[in-house]
């Protein structure tokens, strides 16, 4: 087989795992993508991230995460949920973690296709990446033309929005290349006009140590005083940014069953929130994306929501 029957093997078998998009670009060093991330790191805009800092050359290399890397697989993997069904009242949580740890879902799925792509062209290598290892994954879907790079620093699809999971496999096998889309953000600003902490800078610049989803998740410290009455109610995480832009509008609702909220999730109001111990959030959330906060940054969260109602 040559290589465009390899590229047309490749996106069937990804469509048939329940990917809604697949792209293919040549694996080369992001140049440009490492001037802005040098820009952005000095700028200190990674805020306590400090493993943005590490692995640098690799982030910008794919040859130095695959050695003879000839192309890279970018996939894209709905989470939609039909959001007045979710209980959007405070504290909020953003829509990514009603369901399973998109990490186990996703690498699982990667491997079954990374395999495939073994079985039926013979020896390969690659490695698959779901958030697991220092790569650009916007940029590089970007490249491969599934959607383009949007104001709110979020991959942006033409036919479906924005609420996708990112993955990629990098591989020495030579593919053949989809084309990078336009940028279909035009003068649009309502991210940017959104956003109540003023994350979203122009040129699809994000501050993310002023994101919520950065106070709420990454930041292991104190919720600094001065964004007290910004969080309108987001208590993991925050979907601002998408629930405005106007191409999320024809987002469809996943067909995922491991991405479907508990039922005990769903059910949960603030008295429940607050009343939670560490045993049941323990238990009820072993799975979930919200592991990450771990439950004295869920505590933390709760009690600045809280502080934000009383002043």
Not at 67 to 72: D, L, P, Q, R, T
Request: net charge negative; glycine share 6%.
């Amino acid at each position: 087989m040559n290589s465009a029957q390899h590229t047309a093997l490749i996106k069937q078998e990804a469509s048939r795992l329940g990917f809604s998009y697949c792209g293919i670009s040549k694996a080369q060093k992001l140049d440009d993508d490492a001037k802005r991330l040098e820009e952005w790191l000095h700028r200190g805009m990674h805020g306590k991230m400090h493993y943005m800092e590490n692995h640098f050359d690799l982030r910008i290399d794919p040859a130095k995460l695959v050695h003879g890397a000839k192309s890279v697989v970018s996939l894209l993997y709905n989470y939609y949920y039909d959001a007045t069904s979710l209980n959007r009242q405070p504290p909020k949580i953003s829509m990514y973690a009603f369901g399973k740890d998109y990490h186990f879902v996703i690498r699982e799925k990667l491997y079954e296709l990374l395999h495939f792509i073994q079985e039926k062209v013979g020896e390969v290598n690659g490695r698959v990446f779901i958030d697991s290892a220092p790569v650009l994954e916007r940029s590089w879907a970007a490249k491969s033309g599934v959607g383009w790079i949007g104001k709110n620093g979020n991959l942006i699809n033409k036919e479906s929005g924005s609420y996708f999971f990112l993955a990629e496999i990098i591989l020495d096998l030579e593919l053949d290349n989809d084309s990078p889309v336009n940028d279909y953000c035009g003068t649009c600003t309502a991210c940017i006009d959104a956003c109540p902490t003023d994350a979203i800078l122009p040129d699809k610049v994000i501050d993310a140590h002023q994101c919520i989803s950065y106070f709420t998740i990454e930041l292991r410290e104190e919720i600094p005083n001065d964004v007290k009455g910004k969080f309108e109610g987001w208590m993991f995480g925050c979907d601002i940014c998408q629930d405005v832009c106007p191409w999320n509008r024809f987002s469809k609702p996943h067909s995922e069953k491991q991405f479907l909220p508990s039922a005990e999730l769903l059910s949960m109001r603030k008295n429940d929130w607050e009343e939670i111990t560490e045993d049941v959030f323990k238990k009820l959330f072993k799975d979930s994306p919200l592991k990450r906060a771990k439950f004295e940054g869920i505590k933390r969260n709760l009690k600045f929501l809280q502080s934000e109602s009383s002043d």
